[in-house]
């Protein structure tokens, strides 16, 4: 996989690269906002190179990186991770609401990183039906089938029904299997808003999904944090 990391710091930036590259990454180093910007434009136009995730860091020299994010999300639906020292939750929900498919607080455990990386590379590889513009149909994941353009979700072929928000929140889940996501990220990619006044809200829809899926396992609830999917067996 191809990816691109945008960082200012040389010394950071080089030894990410030689950490990355050691578990089979290429790596193209940006070292501000208009260098992203102008190798994202190739693969936005369908020309190469393309890359399967983007790591923005926030403090560019040149321009913001929650700009940089957004201008990003216009260009390509390549996930983008931002790395950054900002570790208030307001910061995070601003740049997931910008269309950032995950947040990393430095510093970070290298090895969580990877796995961030091959998680969010998820949505566009395997796991996954495709319609004829590559749009995602279908998750598959067990027993349990949810169909995104339909908005129908079944075990065992048996269809479920479920809320709006409901299906929402199972489908984030699932587009990561694995992933814990926060429950601020939660919150704000399902709802909307910001985590005050939601948090029993979220309980609810979560023992609502356990209850009609009939798979009390299937949703994990990471004590402190927020919860991920569990995938299983078929």
Not at 100 to 106: C, E, L, T
Not at 156 to 182: C, H, N, S, Y
Not at 213 to 227: C, D, K, S
Request: with cysteine.
């Amino acid at each position: 996989m191809r990816l691109l990391l945008v960082e200012d710091d040389d010394h950071v930036a080089a030894a990410l690269s030689a950490v990355l590259a050691k578990h089979g990454f290429a790596v193209t180093h940006a070292r501000n906002g208009e260098e992203a910007l102008q190798a994202v434009l190739p693969a936005a136009h369908g020309e190469r190179p393309s890359y399967g995730v983007i790591l923005l860091d926030l403090g560019l020299p040149d321009q913001d990186g929650y700009q940089v994010c957004g201008r990003i999300r216009k260009l390509t639906s390549t996930p983008v991770i931002m790395v950054t020292a900002r570790a208030d939750v307001r910061s995070r929900i601003h740049g997931l609401n910008l269309g950032a498919d995950d947040y990393v607080v430095k510093p970070y455990d290298t090895g969580e990183l990877l796995a961030r990386i091959h998680a969010v590379s998820r949505r566009t590889s395997g796991g996954e039906e495709t319609g004829p513009a590559g749009e995602e149909t279908a998750l598959r994941l067990g027993a349990v089938t949810i169909e995104l353009p339909t908005r129908r979700v079944s075990v065992d072929g048996a269809p479920v029904p479920l809320t709006r928000k409901e299906f929402d929140l199972l489908a984030l889940l699932a587009q990561r299997p694995g992933v814990v996501f926060r429950r601020e990220q939660i919150i704000s990619e399902v709802w909307r808003t910001s985590w005050e006044g939601t948090g029993r809200t979220l309980e609810v829809h979560v023992a609502s999904l356990r209850s009609k899926l009939r798979m009390p396992a299937l949703i994990e609830t990471v004590r402190g944090v927020g919860y991920r999917l569990v995938v299983p067996a078929a």
